[in-house]
């Protein structure tokens, strides 16, 4: 079984609809990210959380909301979807003990599309 | 505002055909640059870190360095398998730890 695993991996969907992109870790880091890939630009950070109990914005969080449910779990929830949302989503994690070296764990993304 | 570029964008290499992918970056207070690959389909998958121009990293057949304005990494006699995007991304001051990538080179190594 994948250390990082998101849910689902594809969805498609129309415009005005909730989404929620899931992401469970057991790799027992305490940092998780997510991240969002489109052709040409890269990944970008959406939201990042160093604890429980921190929730942070990323460099294009607009649009975009975050959960953490436990160390493990780290939700991502599209509240109204719109077609330019339409990416493949990573999530991360990393350890505190570990982060000077840049190293995060990806998941194998999840592809959504939004009609 | 802090930026990194990669290039080529795509890249054909016979098998056995050395070359080099460059990352050019123009930040404020470099903290280290990170290269990761790519395979399709794949989540990016952490290769090196890169602290101070003049650094190398190696791993089989590739090797990464860094200058103050730039870091390639080098493909040494490429095999089909080293066939992946590979991403660079830089950590600056006052970033929260945070890593800013850059769009990637797509290698493709042919037989």
């Known amino acids: 079984d994948a250390d990082v695993t998101q849910t689902p991996r594809n969805r498609i969907t129309k415009t005005g609809k909730r989404i929620m992109l899931e992401c469970s870790q057991t790799?027992?880091?305490?940092?998780m990210y997510w991240y969002r890939q489109d052709p040409g630009l890269g990944l970008r950070l959406i939201y990042y959380?160093?604890?429980?109990?921190?929730?942070n914005k990323g460099e294009i969080s607009d649009g975009y909301s975050v959960s953490r449910q436990a160390q493990a779990k780290f939700s991502l929830s599209l509240e109204s979807a719109i077609p330019n949302q339409t990416a493949l989503y990573f999530c991360?994690?990393?350890?505190?003990?570990?982060?000077?070296?840049?190293?995060?764990?990806f998941g194998e993304g999840s592809r959504l599309t939004v009609l | 505002e802090d930026q990194v570029t990669q290039s080529p964008e795509a890249l054909r290499l016979q098998e056995g055909e050395s070359s080099s992918l460059n990352c050019s970056y123009t930040v404020s207070g470099l903290r280290g640059l990170f290269w990761y690959r790519q395979d399709p389909g794949k989540g990016p998958e952490f290769l090196f870190t890169l602290y101070s121009a003049g650094e190398e990293k190696e791993k089989e057949r590739l090797k990464a360095t860094l200058t103050k304005k730039e870091s390639f990494l080098h493909i040494t006699a490429p095999k089909p398998e080293d066939s992946a995007t590979y991403l660079c991304a830089v950590r600056v001051s006052g970033s929260a730890r945070q890593l800013t990538f850059g769009s990637g080179t797509q290698l493709t190594v042919l037989p």
């Open positions: 991360a994690t990393s350890d505190t003990g570990t982060s000077g070296t840049g190293e995060l764990f």
């Open positions: 959380s160093f604890d429980v109990k921190d929730i």
């Open positions: 790799k027992g880091h305490d940092r």
